[in-house]
């Protein structure tokens, strides 16, 4: 016979659903709630969850990267926010890549 045991988040995280969205974590779902009240506010023109990047370098694919939100303020500067309890080694190797690869486009902000 074969069991399967569901466990929770590897680091610990609670799912979050806020305006009809699930979020990986608490605290991701209230940054979507302050974005929407910038929003509301007119700080910022418009946000994005769970923003696809492709992480190619010399024509090979290496990896997909979901950052946690693209913003675009008032002013149509492109931002990347990720929002982190913590920071694996994993995590900092993908965010040096996409630096290198996306700093010119996009401003990068880690929110802790």
Do not use: C
């Amino acid at each position: 016979m074969t069991y399967i045991v569901k466990y929770g988040s590897k680091y610990g995280a609670k799912k979050q659903e806020y305006n009809g969205y699930h979020y990986m974590s608490k605290k991701e779902a209230r940054y979507a709630q302050e974005l929407d009240l910038l929003l509301k506010g007119k700080q910022i023109k418009s946000w994005v969850p769970q923003f696809k990047l492709s992480l190619d370098v010399n024509g090979k694919h290496i990896s997909n990267y979901y950052v946690d939100f693209m913003v675009i303020d008032k002013n149509d500067t492109k931002q990347l926010h990720e929002v982190k309890g913590f920071e694996t080694e994993v995590w900092k190797l993908k965010w040096l890549l996409t630096e290198a690869l996306y700093g010119d486009e996009y401003e990068m902000i880690v929110i802790k």
